[in-house]
């Protein structure tokens, strides 16, 4: 019996067996696209640029702009995965940012357990992106709707969690997660002054300690 079957059980190795490739493939693109210089990638905008980090509303037609040039990265990383043509559709978020949601129901492993390897996604995907655009701009990758689904859901569990720290007076721990649900956690009880929350362990078991104050 392998380490992996030792550790996780049958079914659980042969999933992380699966997915192995396809996180090795994004982050061997994220090496490959590294290498590109900026005046390779970055596309002329610096006075879209200097309006935004003014805190200039931008233009719907500049708007455009960016959400065509992020189109155009997230294709070119899904040619990779021969789904350059898969329906993206385009949404604005609570907070501003733009979503990009990838809607091809057999794209499914690039999500990953956990989130893993959308997460990896994301990263090599806003690298691109803001190395084009010369700026940082918020955008978000998705795909068939997880992060929306899984953002509810994270904020369902900080919300029960809080409860149920107050009612027994003791910390409570949630389930390991990543960066980008951790801040979700954070978020969801910054206002309510009744608990605490920070952040413990290593990756990929780094969790959220809600605590009464």
């Known amino acids: 019996m392998g380490f992996l079957t030792k550790l ?20 061997a693109l994220e090496e490959e696209y590294k290498g590109y210089t900026d005046a390779q990638l970055q596309a002329k905008t610096p006075e879209l640029k200097e309006r935004y980090k003014n805190g200039e509303e931008l233009s719907d037609a500049e708007l455009d702009a960016i959400a065509d040039i992020a189109v155009s990265v997230l294709r070119s990383i899904l040619e990779h995965f021969d789904a350059a043509d898969s329906p993206i ?34 990263t090599l995907f806003a690298l691109l992106v803001s190395r084009k655009l010369g700026f940082r701009y918020p955008v978000v990758v998705d795909v068939e709707g997880y992060k929306s ?41 910054r206002e309510n002054p009744q608990v605490e929350t920070h952040s413990e362990g290593t990756d990929p078991e780094r969790r959220v300690v809600i605590q009464p104050c």
């Open 89 to 122: 559709d385009e949404y604005d978020g609570d907070d501003g940012e733009l979503i990009l949601d990838v809607t091809a129901p057999d794209l499914a492993v690039l999500i990953g357990r956990h989130g893993r390897t959308l997460e990896s996604l994301q």
């Open 149 to 189: 689904r899984r953002h509810d859901k994270v904020v369902s569990m900080a919300v029960s969690a809080a409860d149920r720290a107050l009612k027994q007076h003791r910390s409570v721990s949630l389930p390991p997660m990543s960066a980008y649900e951790r801040r979700l956690v954070h978020i969801a009880l």
């Open 8 to 27: 996780f059980g049958t079914n659980m190795a042969k999933e992380i067996k699966r997915l192995d490739p396809i996180v090795r493939k994004i982050e």
